[in-house]
């Protein structure tokens, strides 16, 4: 395998460590929680070759497949006696330096941070073994201020961090249109005002902002602020899908312990299929995980439209993230990167088949 590219440009990529605001799904501070809580393991539940995994996740809707997983039980019956230790994380850049440090093994994760992950370390840190989430990003605007795409030139529009994932895709989607912007300043034919998901809504209502280009459940929350959905971003991608969420754990971790995680991946393709069965009881455990965790409940106008925005699936779209990066060099944030190897779908697509389901594909990114 080929050494990756250093970043250059990509602030919020490159100084992983120096990040205040969010990156990647949803908007929170930078740091995180290692609450050490830990599932139930039943009694007399035989251990498999470690003794406890060590999770990492947002507590965000596009983590529902983790928030639910944990909730539910599904991933810690897979594991049996080998416990889960959960550990909750408000940035990308933090949760990527807890499993550099070792502090945890398995995360759920965006695109952009696991791109960086692998690029600053070379391809020696981490891998990407699975999907978890696609969608759950939209445009939300001031009717009274904009009415059409066109409208935007000229407006103030939010994304969550510079560089993050709905960052890039803003200027993606403004570079298509001809317009230009500046990506580090965000100043141009549209105000990209970088502005952390916590207190977009505040934003928003004190009309400092025109809208903003946000995940679940940012979007809905603007929404019953008055804000209009103007462009869903799933429409903007083949079939409708792109990856917002996926699966990662540390290269040494996968080496000596590929039994734990073929059973994190097996609670995982459980939890999508049983969250996919049953929609509404799913949305309710995740939203009871979410008021563990953060002390406060979704309301059901913030988390009915945001739930069902959100496609929680196993394939982690490869293509996609390979489509993400090129967005991320075309506007001038990011070097051209190697990502060959940044997957390993082998214990996966183990999973998948012994469940009789399709195997998935990494887009030639797959380690040899």
């Known amino acids: 395998m080929s050494a ?35 599932a139930e393991v039943a009694a007399g539940a035989k251990k498999l070759s470690a003794d406890e995994v060590k999770i990492g996740y947002f507590p965000n809707l596009t983590h529902g497949t983790a928030l639910v997983g944990i ?26 330096e807890a499993l550099n440090a070792g502090s945890i093994d398995i995360g759920w994760i965006g695109p952009s941070p696991a791109i960086n992950g692998y690029t600053k370390s070379g391809g020696k840190n981490l891998r990407i073994i699975g999907g ?17 795409l066109n409208d935007l030139k000229g407006k103030k529009i939010a994304t969550p961090q510079l560089g993050n994932t709905q960052d890039v895709a803003f200027l993606n989607w403004i570079a298509e249109k001809g317009w230009k912007v500046d990506a580090e300043s965000g100043k141009g ?20 902002i025109d809208g903003a280009w946000v995940p679940e459940p940012t979007a ?8 209009k ?10 079939d409708k899908k792109f990856v917002i969420t996926n699966i990662i754990v540390r290269q040494d971790f996968l080496k000596k312990h590929p039994d734990v995680v073929e059973a994190v991946l097996r609670g995982s393709v459980k939890t999508n299929e049983w969250i996919n069965a049953n929609p509404e009881e799913a949305k309710a455990a995740a939203n009871k995980a979410l008021k563990e965790e953060s002390g406060k409940a979704l309301p059901a106008g913030v988390i009915d439209p945001a739930w069902k925005s959100i496609t929680f699936l ?21 070097e051209e990167p190697d990502l060959k190897g940044i997957y390993d779908l082998a214990p996966l697509n183990k999973v998948l088949k012994a469940a009789g389901k399709d195997e998935v594909d990494d887009a030639g990114l797959g380690a040899e």
């Open 314 to 334: 196993d394939d982690p779209l490869a293509a996609t993230l390979n489509a993400e990066a090129e967005h991320a060099v075309k506007a001038g944030l990011l």
């Open 229 to 238: 959905v103007l462009l869903d971003e799933a429409d903007l991608w083949p």
């Open 220 to 227: 809905s929350k603007l929404v019953t602020e008055g804000a």
């Open 132 to 148: 978890s989430a696609s969608g759950g990003v939209k445009l939300v605007v001031n009717p009274d201020k904009i009415k059409t």
């Open 71 to 96: 909730q539910k039980g599904l991933l810690q019956k897979e594991l049996g006696g080998t416990t889960i230790k959960a550990a909750t994380f408000n940035a990308g850049p933090s949760e990527i």
């Open 4 to 38: 990756a590219r250093p970043l250059t440009a990509l602030r919020t990529l490159a100084a992983v460590a120096a990040l205040p605001l969010l990156l990647t799904a949803c908007g929170y501070g930078s740091q995180s929680t290692d609450d050490g809580k830990q």
């Open 189 to 208: 034919d549209v105000s990209v005002v970088r502005t952390d998901n916590k207190i977009t809504p505040d934003a928003y209502k004190s009309g400092s």
